[in-house]
């Protein structure tokens, strides 16, 4: 069960912070500072159980007319892609919670939250705080000059929570960020999307090999050919791997390939899949090139292939790799994107107990109110200057202020997440056991689930019922090089047992109706 807890902006920010932007802010306007200092000492309610009543009660109308539908809207103007993809009835009108009113009109639940990002639901009361942070005056708009205070906090929790600091230690924090250690997280570099993140994390692998600019000292590979090792497909290939949308990430999951070939023929670098939980696989990658004009650049990695399936990558596998690694002078980096916030560690690479040397952050965290995404990094790999990884708006307040007030929910709910994730895993492991003709097995990790079918139409046939049917926003994962079809959900944090019960009952009479049809 949800427990709530009530902060105001002056229990993120500090006294003297807050107590200085009212007084700053009052000089400008000529408001009264007592009022503005009355908004800052508020205290929010994040999560009152009145409101996860009111969210249980309305499971029931799940998939009803619920509110009148949208009837003239809006035919916009994007690209052919795009529209192809576009699914209007359910483009949001209003949520709360775990439930979005599309403009069709239906209740429904959003069972990916709204697409991995919607960690804390729609309309989430802890987000008050921002309303009240622009009322006091809190400006959003800094540059990387300028990185405000409540961004700075941020960046200090970021690296306590990726180092496993209690709150308040600020003893052990400050001797992590001022650590030189390997492996020790205590660099923060702050961008817009999740694609950005990972172009930094791949630029600082590569400044290995390459100058950033003229002038930088030769790099401590320089003459050898960056080597990127990264998750394979089940064809060997290299679809399984997601890490962004910029050139240089796309060539590693096998896009523009005839740029790609260039490089590779040059020896400019190259990309090498290893198979999954497979570390014969990985041991023989790393042996044949981390020598010679070779050399390992780096290896890039999900814990959960999100976009492959809701693959889980095993605890042992990813020890045996990070360890052999560490041995060879390998950056690691862990692309928390799509995980991090849905583990009850909040960093998910924390279950593992792994170190590695990159971890991304984002979606989850700013709760899909900002685009908001971090690099965390270590000394040893902190060698770009400002520009290598610049964005003008990454270091927005107001989307800092996201972050802390998901951390600070998410913190003092870990039994919570973690009780939903044990739950949820335990109803898809029964499915699959249950309509075994259908379905092969349960995957994933917590609350990121999927169910892996036999057939890529049963899975498109099972996905487009759920989402007719009961409104339970639901994928089908169907496109990827012999990927076993699967279903992949992913709901938020706010999400009630209840809730997993009535999914996983929809999934059930879902797969039952498909088998008497099927015969």
Known sequence: MIKNLELSLKDLAGTEYIDKVCRAFAAL?????????????????FFPDSLAQKLDDLIPLTGQDFSAPLAESSSGAGTAAFNGAFHRENAPLAGLGFFRVGEDGKLAVIGKSEHYQASCG????????????????????????????ITRVLERELVRIAN??????????????????????????????GSLACEAAFKMMLARFYKLQPHFPAPQ?????????????????????????????????????????????????????????????????????????FKVAGFIHELVLMNYGGIRLENDYVTFCHKLCDEHDIPVFVDEIQSCMWSSELFLFKEYKCHPDFVSAGKGFPGGVYPASKILTTAAMDNLNQFGALVTNGQEELASLAYLITIRFAEHNKEHIRTLGTVWQQQLCDLAARHSNMVCKAEGDGL???LFFTDAEQTVKFCKKLNGQYHIDVSAQTYKADCPPA?????????????????????????????????
Request: proline share 3%.
């Open 122 to 149: 729609h309309a989430f009361p802890g987000y008050k705080l921002i309303e009240n942070a622009n009322r006091i005056g809190i400006t959003n708009i800094t540059h990387n000059n300028t990185r405000g205070h």
């Open 487 to 519: 279903a992949l959900t992913k709901f938020p944090l706010v999400s009630s047992v209840k809730l997993l019960e009535f999914a996983a009952a929809a999934m059930e009479d879902t797969l039952t109706q498909m088998e008497l049809e099927n015969k």
């Open 164 to 193: 496993g600091i209690a709150p308040g230690d600020e003893a052990a924090l400050e001797a992590v960020l001022n650590s030189e250690a390997p492996h020790v997280l205590n660099r923060v570099i702050n961008l817009e999307t």
């Open 448 to 450: 990121l689930g999927t």
């Open 29 to 45: 306007t000529g408001q009264n500072v007592d009022d503005l200092l009355k908004i800052a000492e508020e205290k929010v309610s």
């Open 221 to 293: 590979y320089a003459g050898k050919t960056p080597v990127f090792l990264v998750m394979a497909d089940l064809k060997e290939g290299k679809e399984a791997n997601y890490h962004g949308t910029t050139v240089m990430t796309q060539m590693l999951r096998g896009m523009w390939d005839g740029l790609y070939s260039i490089l590779e023929s040059t020896g400019a670098l190259k990309c090498v899949p290893v198979r999954i939980n497979d570390k014969e696989s990985f041991a023989a990658a790393v042996e044949q090139y981390d020598k010679g004009n």
